[in-house]
């Protein structure tokens, strides 16, 4: 069974098809507004990566904004820039979007150094998402390594919210060190209230740490997977998420059920500056999310 993940196209869009109202001020699109947003909370979870609760300004505005698991907002930093991060909470809050930033780099750095009350700007949301509709009645796996548990999340959300969905789901998730998983507070309550398992594993243990020691890809003995009933969803770097897919490969599991987010570097998120194609595929519109046989045959992807 070969899965297409819908291509966000611009041009399907409702307003597309309106006559163009060239005193745009009154009717700014969607996917060009910048939503007036103000920093609720701002959690430091590691020293390089912190967790804000964002909410939109505008009451309506706030409670029309909808995303899937997988997508992704351009948070703006009003003269400093705008950066592609991706959706880390529950897609069904309205009150506030959760995002998790690693600081890298110019504009990471600035918006680490925001507190509670710092209005920045959000656009989107943006790109193609996890079919998590398409899962339903499966086994599903969850593979994150480092940051990846980020985008990963909010299929987590999903899944709790419509657990008689799914079969098992499983988290595998890896870290370098034990300090660097992140969101460790709440992994027993992934495991005991949205009835998931969870396997975590780190390559460099401290001195308390008990569980297993080295690649993610040593979790798979723990787990057993059925490959004619699962998908996956694999988030990370591309050299990890090239090993993960290559081992669930060689245990069966077709190529199509296997998802992971692309990230390039992006500058509009529309599909419009051609900052972050791979040949003639915008990672932007055309992903991030694709499944692993689309991007084995991308080349240059990985
Ligand atoms: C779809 C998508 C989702 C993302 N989700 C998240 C997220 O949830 N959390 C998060 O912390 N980051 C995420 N990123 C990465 C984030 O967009 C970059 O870290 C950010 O743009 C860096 O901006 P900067 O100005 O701080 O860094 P810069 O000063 O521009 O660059 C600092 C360093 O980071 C590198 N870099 C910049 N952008 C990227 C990128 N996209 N991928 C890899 N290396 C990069 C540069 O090459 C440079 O070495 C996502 C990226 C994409 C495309
Ligand atoms: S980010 Fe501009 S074309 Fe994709």
């Known amino acids: 069974m070969t899965l297409k993940i819908p291509r966000y196209d611009i041009n399907r869009e409702p307003f597309m098809t309106q006559t163009p109202d060239f005193n745009r001020k009154s009717q700014l699109l969607q996917t060009e507004r910048t939503y007036k947003a103000r920093i609720n909370a701002a959690i430091q979870l590691t020293p ?3 967790l804000f609760q964002i909410q939109i300004l505008d009451p309506k505005e706030r ?7 997988g997508q992704f ?17 529950s897609c069904s809050n309205h009150e506030f979007i959760e995002i998790c930033i690693r600081k890298v780099g110019k504009v990471t750095g600035m918006i680490h150094r925001l507190e509670a009350g710092a209005m920045v700007g959000i656009r989107g ?10 899962m339903n009645g499966s086994n599903v796996l969850l593979i994150a390594g480092g940051l990846g ?9 999903w899944v709790n919210e419509h657990r008689p969905d799914y079969k098992d ?3 595998l998730y890896g870290a370098r060190t034990p300090k660097l998983l992140l969101f460790d507070y709440q992994y027993e309550e992934w495991r005991k ?4 398992t969870m396997h975590t594993i780190v390559e460099e243990p401290d001195e308390n740490w008990t569980g297993p020691v080295g690649l993610i890809t040593q979790l798979f003995d723990q787990v057993p997977i059925d490959p004619d009933d699962t998908f996956a969803i694999v988030c990370g770097p591309p050299v990890m998420f090239k090993f993960v897919c290559d081992h669930l490969s060689a245990l069966g ?16 998120g529309m599909g419009k500056c051609c900052r972050c194609n791979v040949g003639s595929t915008f990672t932007c519109l055309d992903g991030p999310v694709f499944d692993y046989w689309s991007v084995m045959n991308l080349q240059e992807a990985i």
Do not use: D, W
Request: charged share 15%; proline share 9%.
């Open 48 to 50: 390089e990566e912190k």
């Open 63 to 69: 409670a029309q904004f909808s995303c899937l698991p």
């Open 73 to 89: 907002v351009m948070v703006e930093l009003p003269g400093c820039g705008e950066i592609a991060i991706s959706i880390s909470g």
């Open 125 to 134: 949301p943006f790109g193609t998402h996890f079919p998590m509709r398409e």
């Open 149 to 157: 548990i980020v985008p990963l999340r909010s299929s987590i959300y």
């Open 169 to 171: 789901v499983t988290i």
């Open 193 to 196: 209230v949205f009835n998931l």
């Open 253 to 268: 599991l077709p190529m199509q059920r296997m998802f992971v987010s692309l990230e390039r570097r992006m500058h509009c």
